[in-house]
Structure formats: C-alpha cells, structure tokens
C-alpha cells in the first residue's frame, strides 16, 4: 500500500490498525492460556519509507549518455558496456563491461575515466550533478571504500578494531569531520545522522562479490526507476537516507536502550530461547529481552 501511496496513506493506516488489533488478539489469547510470560514477540518492520516525488530511471539515464546498458527486466543487449541493477528502487549497482570476465572491481578513479563506459565522459561527475543522487561509493581496495558526493571525496576502511571515515575533499557522509570506532560506536554516533550507518553498510556491500563496481544511492523524493515500474511507486526505500534506515520495533518484553541493526534480533530469539549463537552471523546479541 506505501508503494502505492503514500507512508500516511489511509489505506496504509487501516492496515496499520489491523495488525495492531490481531498482536492484541494474539497477546489475549496467550494471556488467557497462561502462556504470555514465557512468549517473545517482536514486530519490526524490513525498512522505511518516504514519498518519491521524481523518477530518474537509471538505466536510461546511462542510455542517454550514449552507454549500451543491460538492465532488468530485459536482460539481454549487445556488447554492453554497463549494467544497471535497481534495488528496492531507492539504490542501484552498476558493472563496468558486464560481459568481460576480471579478477577485481574497478575503483572511483578508474570508472571517471572517460573510456571506461565508452561514453567519452567522466560519467561521475555526471551522475553527482543530478539532484536525484546522494552519493556514489565504489570499492577502493581489500577493506576500503571511496564515497563521492557534490562536496568531493571520502575514504572509509576498516580493520580488526575500528572503522575509519577520512574526508578528503569533501564529507558525503555529512558526519562533520573525521571518525573512527568500532562498528557499534558508528552505529550510536550516525544514529541521527542523515545518513545513519552509512559507513558500515557499504563496507558491508562490498563484502559480497555479486556487488557492483559502484553504488549509487538515491535522495530522499527521488528514486532509480520509471520504466516497467508498474503501478508506479510513490513511496519507496532502498536509500541510506535516515527515513529508510530507521525501522519499527516493537517487543513485549523491554527493549534495552543500546541501538540494533535489524541482524541483532536473530541473537536476541536464540538467547531467549537458550539457544547458542552460531559462528560467522552479522548479528550480536547486545541486549537480553526483558532484562
């Protein structure tokens, strides 16, 4: 219904109210059964939302650049030069000649090169003067990540201990300077960022080796799709922007006060349970339910 509308919608409140009255029914029925006090429920939500004012279909924007682009859902085209994978609408991924098998992604510096989409244009800059781009990242090397926006460039690497953001000619993370923490200190100092866990996630991007040569992240009104999307969207997610990055969460034991990610809720079922956490899971158990 969002998609459709708007995160205010009617609709989306009616249905809204609805699940709000079944977890009632729910939490009378094991009250009654005397089954409450050993039950953990957790309601949360897989993302925000926000209302898309404008379409840049990604994919035809690259088009328009003179770019032979494959894109979904028509996934076939000759010789391409680039592909364009939306996701969730709000973020994409683009690869450098798909079709040429290579070791290695491409870094920010090599995808400006004017040769590199056959474009004879640095297709970066490009891309940052459109309003409906935040920001770009690409994958600098093993651990470390280059974030463009308008104001210029930033680094951000991570070793065993800390996560580090260096602004080099400009701050696209808006954090204001220079930071280095642990991966839970970033998660509490961008918690009211506009941008929240933005350095984390994108390392965390670039960990799987189906990513793209470069993210390109959407501001919020805008989203990467206009062609096939139907019906058309008029909210939507994908973005880093704070409006998508913070979730619902509901419990009906208390909430500790330390922020999650949505991967902590895992940890947090099997503790309950008396269940031992499994090596190599991207969550942590951080707070117990109900201490």
Same mark, same amino acid.
């Given at each position: 219904?969002?998609?459709?509308?708007?995160?205010?919608?009617?609709?989306? !409140?009616?249905?809204?109210?609805?699940?709000?009255?079944? %977890?009632?029914?729910?939490?009378?029925? !094991?009250? @009654?059964?005397?089954?409450?006090?050993?039950?953990?429920? &957790?309601?949360?939500?897989?993302?925000?939302?926000?209302?898309?004012?404008?379409?840049?279909?990604?994919?035809?924007?690259?088009?328009?650049?003179?770019?032979?682009? &494959?894109?979904?859902?028509?996934?076939?085209?000759? =010789?391409? *030069?680039?592909?364009?994978?939306?996701?969730?609408?709000?973020?994409?991924?683009?690869?450098?000649?798909?079709?040429?098998?290579?070791?290695?992604?491409?870094?920010?510096?090599? !995808?400006?090169?004017?040769?590199?989409?056959?474009?004879?244009?640095?297709?970066?800059?490009?891309?940052?003067?459109?309003?409906?781009?935040?920001?770009?990242?690409?994958?600098?090397?093993?651990?470390?990540?280059?974030?463009?926006?308008?104001?210029?460039?930033?680094?951000?690497?991570?070793?065993? @201990? *800390? %996560?580090?953001?260096?602004?080099?000619?400009?701050?696209? !993370?808006? %954090?204001?300077?220079?930071?280095?923490?642990?991966?839970?200190?970033?998660?509490?100092?961008?918690?009211?960022? *506009?941008?929240?866990?933005?350095?984390?996630?994108?390392?965390?991007?670039?960990?799987?080796?189906?990513?793209?040569?470069? %993210?390109?992240?959407?501001?919020?009104?805008?989203?990467?799709?206009?062609?096939?999307?139907?019906?058309?969207?008029?909210?939507? =997610?994908?973005? &880093?922007?704070?409006? =998508?990055? =913070?979730?619902?969460?509901?419990?009906?034991?208390?909430?500790?006060?330390?922020?999650?990610?949505?991967?902590?809720?895992?940890?947090?079922?099997?503790?309950?349970?008396?269940?031992?956490?499994?090596?190599?899971?991207?969550?942590? &158990?951080?707070?117990?339910?109900?201490?």
């Amino acid at each position: 219904y969002t998609h459709q509308a708007t995160p205010t919608a009617a609709r989306v !409140l009616r249905s809204l109210h609805r699940v709000d009255q079944v %977890i009632g029914q729910v939490l009378d029925r !094991l009250a @009654a059964r005397g089954e409450l006090a050993d039950t953990l429920m &957790l309601m949360v939500s897989d993302h925000g939302a926000s209302v898309v004012h404008r379409h840049l279909d990604l994919a035809e924007w690259f088009r328009a650049q003179g770019v032979r682009t &494959l894109s979904h859902p028509v996934l076939w085209e000759k =010789h391409p *030069a680039a592909a364009v994978m939306v996701a969730g609408n709000g973020s994409a991924m683009v690869y450098a000649e798909p079709g040429v098998p290579r070791q290695g992604r491409w870094s920010m510096e090599r !995808l400006r090169r004017p040769e590199t989409f056959g474009a004879g244009a640095d297709l970066v800059d490009r891309l940052l003067a459109e309003p409906a781009v935040a920001l770009l990242a690409a994958e600098a090397g093993p651990d470390t990540v280059t974030v463009a926006d308008r104001t210029g460039e930033a680094t951000i690497t991570r070793d065993l @201990a *800390a %996560i580090r953001y260096q602004p080099e000619s400009g701050d696209p !993370l808006c %954090i204001g300077g220079g930071f280095s923490g642990t991966h839970r200190e970033w998660l509490a100092q961008s918690w009211h960022a *506009a941008l929240p866990d933005a350095a984390y996630q994108l390392l965390d991007q670039f960990r799987a080796s189906r990513t793209g040569d470069l %993210i390109v992240v959407a501001n919020e009104g805008y989203d990467f799709r206009d062609r096939f999307e139907l019906p058309e969207h008029r909210s939507g =997610h994908g973005s &880093l922007i704070q409006a =998508h990055m =913070h979730t619902p969460l509901w419990s009906n034991r208390r909430l500790g006060t330390v922020p999650l990610r949505t991967t902590d809720l895992f940890p947090t079922m099997l503790d309950w349970l008396g269940v031992a956490l499994p090596e190599a899971i991207d969550g942590e &158990l951080v707070w117990r339910a109900g201490v």
